[in-house]
Nanobody
Framework: QVHLVETGGGSVQTGDSLTLSCDLTGGTFSRYAFAWSRQAPGKEREFVASISWSGGTTYYASSVKGRFTTYRDNAKNTVYLQMNSLRPEDTAVYYC????????????????WGQGTQVTVSS
């Protein structure tokens, strides 16, 4: 049974940085592509970033491109989302998701989801 757990959320100020982590258990980590999505209060869940099984390909939403970076450590079975220059509009619950299919920016591609971690950015 594949299980994803996100950690690293918190409350920060505008311009601060945070790094989220997502640990996978119950599967062979290197076989999965991962994505990050977020859901703000009253809004639909949206794609944030994704990374291929090798880490060689990444996609980003235009709203985070240049500020967020996703990367993976296959030895640690962990994928990361480094978030810099955070803004109040980045406030959301952030989710990690995984798939054995190819990397995609469509969240319905991803079969396994974590429980989410809250990120709050105040001005």
């Amino acid at each position: 049974q594949v299980h994803l757990v996100e950690t690293g959320g918190g409350s920060v100020q505008t311009g601060d940085s945070l790094t989220l982590s997502c640990d996978l258990t119950g599967g062979t980590f290197s076989r999965y592509a991962f994505a990050w999505s977020r859901q703000a209060p009253g809004k639909e869940r949206e794609f944030v970033a994704s990374i291929s099984w090798s880490g060689g390909t990444t996609y980003y939403a235009s709203s985070v491109k240049g500020r967020f970076t996703t990367y993976r450590d296959n030895a640690k079975n962990t994928v990361y989302l480094q978030m810099n220059s955070l803004r109040p509009e980045d406030t959301a619950v952030y989710y990690c998701a995984a798939t054995t299919r190819s990397i995609s920016d469509h969240m319905n591609t991803y079969d396994y989801w974590g429980q989410g971690t809250q990120v709050t950015v105040s001005s």
